[in-house]
């Protein structure tokens, strides 16, 4: 059974980082593609960043340069490091994969940003 379990969230100030963290069982980070999502309550669920199985990253526009989506080494983990944050980061941070056509979620991770 595929289990995604994000942390790291919080609250700072704009122009502060946080790095989320995202533990993976059931499925390798290393041999997979992963990706973070964000969703603001009432609107879509959107796409940040994705790493896939050979490692290559891509990320959104609206974070590149800012945000960067990475393996752990020696975890089954994936990590976004995020540096000069803005208020219009603020959302609920989402650990993804999938896995034989099914999708996979973690619970979440709340991020805050104040101006």
């Known amino acids: 059974q595929v289990q995604l379990v994000e942390s790291g969230g919080g609250l700072v100030q704009a122009g502060g980082s946080l790095r989320l963290s995202c533990v993976a069982s059931g499925i390798s980070v290393s041999l997979n593609a992963m990706a973070w999502y964000r969703q603001v309550p009432g609107k879509q669920r959107e796409w940040v960043a994705t790493?896939?199985?050979?490692?290559?990253?891509v990320h959104a526009d609206s974070v590149k340069g800012r945000f960067t989506i990475s393996r752990g080494s020696t975890k089954n983990s994936m990590y976004l490091q995020m540096n000069l944050l803005k208020p219009e980061d603020t959302a609920i941070y989402y650990c993804n994969t999938a896995l034989f056509s099914r999708n996979y979620w973690g619970q979440g991770t709340q991020v805050t940003v104040s101006s």
């Open positions: 790493i896939t199985s050979t490692g290559n990253t």
